[in-house]
């Protein structure tokens, strides 16, 4: 579609008072092993944190052999939205890497995901797996929600029977962004095309998040692909705060919230009318989450967190419960973001359009 850098790979590192987690995020970097002649980058971002964490990092990757430039920036702005924002305009080249700076990269990952990015054009992002590591023995129930906290290799649900999915393109899921490999024309794309987020990303304590789900959709209505490799390892470290019930119930929430303000981009990707009735379809999509919600709330699942068994289908229906009543508080807001997407996929379509266009002129006075 479009690409305005060389041929590389820009770490981006968003972090939020991470001072104690950064030195070995960039250890780990430290230890990538490229070919000479693969150009990279470490992009830095403090988001509003209170803490010394680009001073130390700078400390940190002097001590280093600096295998690669690392250059920081502030985002005063809370939000990881804000933040990455950032790092994508400051990022020179062509691709992109999104690492938490909990996240330590298995030595071969830049490689392996630049010579994936160059051998599949049609590939916008690029994700593997993930082990976990911890400050604490993670308690006995961290299995059964290690998903939540992206962790393992990720999973396909298909008529209600999880299965990990396979290496190549990926049709039903979502990447998870820990790691993830971002062609950059696609930020290139989205600025030209006047995008405008529907979430803000974490900000501190605040866990709702869905970032890297919505970049998924947004690939996807761009034409690219979504492609999963195991060859792409990396280990997410996590403090004993995050294994904690308390933390994990919290990030159950914030996951079900996050995905109910992206419901306009489920929306988008079907075939609709060229002029849909967005309140129409806005009902539509409601009426479907509450009758999913009455449902589930009557199911053995549900009924079994009152005989102590796993909470994964109380909290995500409570949450649901509550949309219901805050629906018609906030309908407007709700149809303004079916608007936003809505109108970004036309323009969307009518760039491409132009861009075909202008590929068949070219086509024509070469012949």
């Excluded at 968003?14 to 987690?21: E, K």
Aim: charged share 20%; glycine share 6%; net charge positive.
């Amino acid at each position: 579609m479009m690409n305005t850098r060389s041929a590389g790979v820009s770490v981006l590192i968003c972090t939020y008072n991470g001072a104690g987690r950064i030195t070995e995020t960039l250890a780990h970097l430290a230890r990538q092993k490229v070919v000479p002649a693969l150009r990279w980058e470490i992009i830095l971002v403090d988001n509003a944190s209170t803490d010394q964490v680009l001073e130390t990092a700078t400390s940190f990757w002097r001590t280093t052999a600096e295998p690669a430039p690392l250059r920081t920036y502030a985002q005063p702005r809370p939000g990881k939205t804000y933040a990455l924002e950032l790092a994508y305009e400051k990022a020179s080249y062509s691709y992109m890497c999104i690492v938490d700076d909990d996240n330590w990269l298995a030595p071969d990952y830049v490689q392996n995901g630049f010579d994936l990015l160059q051998s599949h054009p049609e590939v916008g992002l690029l994700g593997g797996r993930t082990t976990g590591a911890f400050e604490v023995e993670p308690p006995a129930w961290f299995k059964q929600y290690q998903h939540y906290y992206a962790v393992g290799a990720p999973i396909l649900y298909e008529d209600g029977v999880p299965r990990p999915i396979s290496d190549g393109p990926v049709v039903n899921f979502e990447l998870w962004g820990a790691g993830l490999f971002v062609r950059r024309a696609i930020w290139e794309a989205m600025t030209v095309l006047g995008f405008e987020s529907l979430l803000s990303g974490r900000k501190g304590k605040d866990l709702v998040a869905g970032e890297d789900h919505e970049l998924c959709y947004v690939a996807r209505l761009l034409g690219y692909t979504l492609w999963y490799s195991s060859s792409l390892s990396l280990v997410h470290y996590m403090t004993k705060g995050r294994l904690t019930a308390a933390y994990r119930d919290q990030l159950l929430r914030a996951g079900a919230i996050g995905s109910l303000q992206l419901l306009p981009y489920k929306y988008a990707m079907l075939n609709k009318p060229a002029e849909p009735n967005i309140t129409l379809d806005v009902l539509k999509d409601f009426s479907y989450i509450e009758w999913f919600t009455i449902k589930n709330i009557f199911s053995a699942d549900y009924l079994g967190f009152l005989l102590g068994k796993e909470k994964t289908s109380f909290i995500t229906n409570n949450v649901h419960v509550k949309y219901f009543f805050k629906f018609f508080f906030n309908i407007k807001s709700i149809k303004q973001n079916y608007q936003k997407v809505v109108a970004f996929k036309r323009r969307v379509a009518a760039f491409q359009a132009s861009q075909k266009l202008v590929a068949d002129r070219e086509k024509v006075s070469n012949t």
